[in-house]
């Protein structure tokens, strides 16, 4: 039987698994102050358990992320038919000294050895500390449109 929409487990799927080691930007979904949704691209890394991204300590999405933490997260693809992973979740926030390590192995991933170190050189030229944003996926979707559909396709 497949893996229900929701699932965790869902990670485990050989789309996700593509999903997750992609060179393009996850979108992540918040509620800004006023309660309004924003959606931003942002750079991922997985690890395996949780979704890391980095983000400078004065970024204006912590203000928002500290008063409602509850996220949601999607990667896609540019390809058809497109692969989709949504993901929701609580963010959990941590102040860092220097550059957050994962966000550094994301640079590497996005443009490559060279030029991700150097990005990362050139950013810690620019700012002293960042913020490590965790989350932990709570609920898990995938969306193949060759076996995993929208439901509302009448499949």
């Known amino acids: 039987m497949p893996v229900k929409q929701g699932s965790v487990e869902l990670l485990q799927h050989p789309a996700s698994k593509e999903l997750l080691q992609s060179t393009i930007p996850a979108r992540l ?6 309660s309004t949704p924003r959606v931003i691209p942002i750079w991922f890394h997985w690890n395996g358990r949780e979704f890391v991204l980095g983000t400078p300590s004065k970024a204006p999405k912590l203000k928002a992320l500290v008063k409602n ?3 949601a997260l999607t990667i896609d693809d540019n390809t058809f038919p497109h692969k989709v992973l949504l993901v929701r979740g609580t963010a959990r926030l941590e102040p860092v000294r220097g550059i957050v390590p994962e ?3 994301a640079a590497v991933r996005y443009f490559g050895e060279q030029q991700g170190k150097a990005w990362v050189a050139q950013l810690e030229s620019m700012i002293q500390d960042m913020v490590r944003i965790t989350i932990t996926p709570e609920w898990v979707g995938l969306l193949d449109f060759q076996t995993r559909f929208p439901s509302a396709l009448p499949l």
Do not use: E, H
């Not at 979904?29 to 006023?34: E, F, G, I, L, S």
């Open 29 to 34: 979904a918040y509620v800004w102050t006023d």
């Open 103 to 105: 966000y550094a192995l």
């Open 69 to 71: 933490p509850k996220v």
